[in-house]
């Protein structure tokens, strides 16, 4: 298996919340969700069928025809570490 390792950063706000609300949890699975989002909105011109099949084949799919993922992902690094700033009230 092939690996690819990617530092990155993060320039929008995420919300990205554990269990409890409060904490920040940054999980693979969120970030498989933005990827997904972004595929869809960059291949809009495929026809919904097209769509579908393609994105099955990299993200996996449920159903009748269940696929795992073409790839996996890892967070290296624990984000409970890193300082997250609050903004302040507004009244």
Known sequence: MSSIMFRCEVLTPL???GANGQ???LRP???KGLMRF???AL???FTLS???EE???IFGCGGEEARRSSFSLRILQDISSVIIEK???EK
């Open 15 to 17: 919300f990205l919340s």
């Open 23 to 25: 904490d920040a949890e």
């Open 29 to 31: 699975s969120s970030i």
């Open 38 to 40: 972004w595929w869809r």
């Open 43 to 45: 291949n809009g011109h």
């Open 50 to 52: 097209e769509l579908r």
């Open 55 to 57: 994105e099955a084949k």
């Open 87 to 89: 903004k302040p009230e």
